[in-house]
């Protein structure tokens, strides 16, 4: 079953996002296969994120947290909370799932 990570920036380490931006990219390519969706939470007028979402095809929590923490964002201390979440797909693309 998928699991939602969903993780809330630290705003005093908004320069890890800047800095690390192209290696968070890279690390996501390298693991699109595990990928059913992701994305940056931006602010109302889009002019910074805050935070981000993802949906991971992974087991277990474990896998999903070992995920997150290879995140090239979490080991240069960005997050402030990290939420893990089992999520049940019931929509995706217009298609239901149930």
């Not at 800047?18 to 994305?39: I, P, S, T, V």
């Amino acid at each position: 079953m998928p699991y939602l990570i969903e993780t809330f920036d630290n705003p005093e380490r908004a320069h890890v996002r800047r800095d690390r931006y192209q290696e968070h990219l890279e690390f996501l390519a390298e693991r699109a296969g595990l990928l059913l969706a992701c994305g940056a939470k931006l602010s109302d007028d889009a002019s910074h994120a805050d935070g981000g979402i993802y949906l991971v095809d992974l087991d277990t929590r474990e896998e999903a947290e070992a995920f997150i923490s290879e995140d090239p964002f979490s080991q240069g201390d960005l997050f402030r909370e990290v939420v893990v979440r089992r999520w049940r797909k019931a929509y995706l693309d217009g298609q239901n799932f149930l």
